[in-house]
């Protein structure tokens, strides 16, 4: 008997903690929601609205996950951003005092840059965090921006964009990531310098990813592209770490695939206290690893079941569940659904497989964590 009101006390201490999923559409109709979540439990999410290839970005937080502010525009330039393709859309990252950053593949609309090239945006929160001051090209010479890009930020006021181009090398093996960095949270930019001298290439329409941990360690995940010079066939998932602020990289190859066209994935890192996760496309199945903390990959963790998934994105709270999002049968210019699935914390998939349908064309998915441990999808 005493082993069964103990069998019985423990199945409602689970039940109690297990974390409920809620979705959430993103506010106005947008597109392509970006979440960053500060150590206050803040959301922050920045969202497209406008056409996909001139429109503009809105960046709103929330205290309890459910609430949210007034839209804040980011861009000074109107039309200046884009969100073809699902790719090349804007980042976020909170730095020093939990300053918000963000940084964005230019449009047609937008000044250009070296070679009549696409700019690489980046703007920041003013002092007072009531608007956001006017955005700046910080690419200086790499250009053949195509598939966008990403920003990192620490606590100790170091920002970080980063971009691929092939710099007028021509082909996609000859495209490198380009890393420009800020010492004084976001004020001035360093000229861009390569991230990482090894030949990986990089596929050209692909997004990527790039994060800085609590400890001000940084983290980048792209695709890379090698094999033939017109059309690589082996387009792996790429994961550069750096240990010394971005002043040197280490690689290494996170899934290899072997297919001779442009994927247009993304990928995503997520973090809590028991340390930094990844999560990328393979073979339309979508994979999260949980890194070590000399940065490298544990063994990759598939969503459940099958589907033409791509776009993962991760959440975790501080019980240590997971929460991966994705979409499904989504492709160039078509909507589609978003799924998810919570995975506890030693990795193991956690009740059903939850979907909703209504994903527009040109848009991703994301999710973050609420202080009572449930989770809230966006999309």
């Not at 290899?256 to 393979?282: D, H, I, Q, R, Y």
Request: charged share 15%.
């Amino acid at each position: 008997m005493k082993n069964i009101i103990l069998l019985i006390l423990a199945l409602a201490v689970s039940a109690l903690h297990a974390a409920g999923v809620n979705t959430l559409r993103v506010p106005e109709g947008g597109l392509q929601p970006q979440i960053a979540t500060d150590t206050a439990g803040t959301v922050h999410l920045l969202y497209f609205k406008g056409e996909p290839n001139n429109g503009d970005l809105f960046y709103v937080k929330s205290t309890d996950g459910e609430t949210f502010s007034a839209p804040l525009k980011v861009n000074s330039n109107a039309g200046s951003a884009v969100a073809t393709g699902n790719i090349r859309g804007a980042h976020i990252a909170l730095g020093k005092n939990g300053r918000v950053h963000v940084a964005w593949m230019g449009s047609g609309k937008a000044p250009k840059g070296p070679q009549n090239a696409m700019p690489m945006q980046y703007t920041r929160l003013n002092d007072t965090g009531n608007a956001f001051e006017p955005e700046r090209n910080v690419l200086q010479f790499a250009y053949g921006l195509d598939g966008g890009g990403s920003i990192a930020a620490d606590a100790t006021g170091n920002v970080y964009v980063f971009w691929h181009a092939d710099a007028g090398a021509k082909g996609e093996i000859n495209r490198q990531v380009w890393i420009a960095k800020s010492t004084d949270d976001g004020k001035t930019f360093a000229r861009e310098v390569p991230a990482f001298k090894q030949p990986t290439g990089a596929c050209g329409c692909c997004g990527m990813r790039a994060y800085a941990n609590a400890k001000g360690e940084l983290f980048v995940i792209y695709r890379s592209a090698s094999g033939a010079a017109k059309m690589p066939d082996m387009r792996d998932m790429f994961l550069l770490t750096s240990k010394d602020k971005g002043a040197s990289f280490s690689g290494v190859n996170l899934h290899p695939w072997k297919v001779n066209m442009c994927v247009m994935s993304t990928a995503s890192f997520s973090e809590n206290a028991g340390g930094v996760l990844a999560a990328w496309e393979t073979q339309s199945q979508v994979f999260f690893t949980k890194l070590s903390p000399a940065g490298q990959p544990g063994t990759p963790v598939a969503a459940p079941g099958a589907g033409k998934r791509k776009h993962p994105s991760l959440a975790v709270n501080k019980s240590g569940e997971t929460l991966m999002v994705w979409t499904d049968g989504m492709g160039w210019q078509k909507g589609g659904a978003v799924e998810w699935q919570l995975f506890d914390a030693s990795g193991k998939p956690s009740g059903d497989k939850g979907r909703a349908d209504g994903v527009p064309p040109n848009s991703l998915v994301g999710a973050f964590a609420k202080a009572d441990g449930s989770f809230v999808v966006v999309y």
